[in-house]
């Protein structure tokens, strides 16, 4: 185990979890915390493959700290949300693929926070909203991008408008989740989940979160050729002769 000042990180193989413990502040996102949650990323091990992403106290994140909100320059404004999608882009397009356990509050920044991780499941307690309307102020956190296209633009304009709350049926039936749970299920199901995707041929996990995103951002033609590369690529890998291999012989493949 591993604690930082707001979260702290366990290691089990080829699964890690990262615990958000700002549990005063509902983990409320601050620079802090988006400094450790970019620290534990850039140094994870090599062998790990799924990251289990959770809150303390019985929240995920209920979005920017607004006790700690300071006025900036439109530059320094700038370079602040460009900094959170950079971190963002590490979650979503760094290789391993996270998984969200959500409970309680998933708001602003937390629910940005949510949409650049792979799976995401929820508990009943689960709220997800856009506040920003009734604050002021504006998603910088790359919500306009993640959330927007989950949501498509005419819905997300009114729920930053009205400041509209979603629960997790809401949320799974409109794509903010993948699995709505009862409560207490979230993390054992993040845990089984993670170890069966841990289980998977390595390189086709990679081109998943890598690829299928941006094929998505992609024109038809452009999407298909780059299917094709990452098919091409994929298919030969030691794992995929593997994998067929296995599937011949009636047992498990074992990956690298």
């Not at 890690?16 to 450790?36: I, T």
């Not at 356990?101 to 937390?110: K, N, P, Q, R, Y």
């Not at 604050?135 to 790359?142: Q, S």
């Given at each position: 185990?591993?604690?930082?000042?707001?979260?702290?990180?366990?290691?089990?193989?080829?699964?890690?979890?990262?615990?958000?413990?700002?549990?005063?502040?509902?983990?409320?996102?601050?620079?802090?915390?988006?400094?450790?949650?970019?620290?534990?990323?850039?140094?994870?091990?090599?062998?790990?493959?799924?990251?289990?992403?959770?809150?303390?106290?019985g929240?995920?994140?209920?979005?920017?700290?607004?006790?700690?909100?300071?006025?900036?320059?439109?530059?320094?404004?700038?370079?602040?949300s460009?900094?959170?999608?950079?971190?963002?882009?590490?979650?979503?397009?760094?290789?391993?693929?996270?998984?969200?356990?959500?409970?309680?509050?998933?708001?602003?920044?937390?629910?940005?926070l949510?949409?650049?991780?792979?799976?995401?499941?929820?508990?009943?307690?689960?709220?997800?909203?856009?506040?920003?309307?009734?604050?002021?102020?504006?998603?910088?956190?790359?919500?306009?991008?993640?959330?927007?296209?989950?949501?498509?633009?005419?819905?997300?304009?009114?729920?930053?408008?009205?400041?509209?709350?979603?629960?997790?049926?809401?949320?799974?039936?409109?794509?903010?989740?993948?699995?709505?749970?009862?409560?207490?299920?979230?993390?054992?199901?993040?845990?089984?989940?993670?170890?069966?995707?841990?289980?998977?041929?390595?390189?086709?996990?990679?081109?998943?979160?890598?690829?299928?995103?941006?094929?998505?951002?992609?024109?038809?033609?452009?999407?298909?050729?780059?299917?094709?590369?990452?098919?091409?690529?994929?298919?030969?890998?030691?794992?995929?002769?593997?994998?067929?291999?296995?599937?011949?012989?009636?047992?498990?493949?074992?990956?690298?």
């Open positions: 185990m591993l604690k930082g000042t707001y979260t702290e990180a366990r290691y089990d193989e080829q699964v890690a979890e990262l615990e958000l413990v700002r549990e005063d502040k509902r983990n409320a996102m601050s620079d802090g915390l988006m400094a450790e949650i970019e620290q534990f990323y850039s140094s994870l091990p090599k062998d790990i493959r799924v990251v289990i992403l959770h809150g303390r106290g929240h995920f994140c209920s979005g920017l700290d607004l006790a700690e909100h300071v006025s900036r320059s439109a530059e320094e404004g700038v370079y602040h460009r900094n959170w999608h950079r971190v963002m882009d590490m979650i979503q397009f760094g290789g391993v693929v996270t998984i969200s356990a959500m409970t309680g509050a998933v708001i602003g920044g937390g629910l940005e949510a949409t650049a991780t792979h799976v995401r499941i929820a508990e009943p307690s689960v709220i997800f909203q856009l506040p920003e309307g009734r604050r002021g102020i504006f998603v910088g956190g790359g919500a306009t991008v993640r959330v927007g296209r989950i949501l498509g633009p005419d819905r997300m304009v009114e729920m930053m408008l009205t400041g509209r709350k979603y629960d997790a049926e809401e949320g799974l039936r409109l794509g903010l989740a993948h699995y709505s749970v009862g409560e207490g299920e979230a993390l054992p199901m993040a845990r089984k989940l993670a170890a069966r995707i841990a289980a998977n041929a390595p390189m086709s996990n990679y081109f998943m979160i890598n690829a299928l995103t941006r094929i998505g951002d992609m024109s038809r033609a452009d999407g298909l050729f780059t299917e094709s590369l990452a098919a091409a690529l994929v298919q030969t890998t030691p794992d995929a002769e593997e994998g067929l291999r296995a599937f011949l012989e009636k047992r498990s493949p074992v990956f690298r």
